[in-house]
């Protein structure tokens, strides 16, 4: 017999009502601090290996010890929110293997290649580069290949982990109700964070336009995805992208 996944009201319908909460927060919590353990191996090894492979002193930061201790804690926020505002487990059981993992990894491919045909027809991130007065917006391989599978949770941590906190926090306000309105609102605010920062390509309108476009695809469908199947499953699919947008396209232009 098929699985199938209930459909989420969230996405949906309009709820009036307050969503239950969800009962696994231990599960959900262990589940987060698993990937952040394998965090800290991956900081670890980088520190041994690669200490200066970071493209910028930025990158460096998000690395170091304190900014691991408050992504932590955010995160753990996040997961106790999420349980209280209709989101799936960290890595949910409940939810097929072809939602929480083939479809991440799918769609995460295929935005890495739009992303490589993007830059081939664009060549923005040269002028990135120039712009910043620095070599490539890429780390070299094969530190790449440790740097961004980690800096793919980072980047979901302080992208996505203020959905479920802000709807939490708005909830108070409206009892609980418009779960899915709450969702949409805050989703799509947090999914404009990265692609506002194209912004900075100035004199270029056009690449503009295109690289915001890409930009908000990946970031939306992260979102989805976290609604969908779990915070675990919106880190594959960005570790899907760095790994044919970072790690194999960085290699092959040097």
Known sequence: MPV?????????????????PR???PRSAAAFLAMMAALVVLKLAIDRWFPGAFASPQQAKLYSWMALGILTV??????????????????????????????????????????????????????????????????????????YPGGALISNIVTYAWIPILMWLAGLATRGRWERERFWVFGTLCALIEPIGDFGLVGHPGIVAVTFAQDFALNIAQVYTFRRAGFASSVVLRVAFYLVWHVMWGAIRG
């Open 4 to 20: 199938t996944i209930a459909p989420d009201p969230a996405l949906t319908t309009t709820s009036t009502t307050p969503a239950a």
């Open 23 to 25: 009962e696994n927060v």
């Open 74 to 147: 955010t995160g753990l926020i996040a997961t106790w929110c999420a349980s209280r505002t209709g989101f799936p487990e960290t890595w949910d059981p409940e939810v097929p293997l072809t939602h929480r993992l083939v479809l991440p990894i799918a769609v995460g491919l295929a935005l890495g290649a739009l992303a490589i045909v993007v830059d081939d027809l664009t060549g923005w991130t040269v002028i990135v580069a120039k712009q910043l007065n620095i070599p490539t917006i890429q780390i070299r391989y094969p530190a790449s290949a440790l740097i």
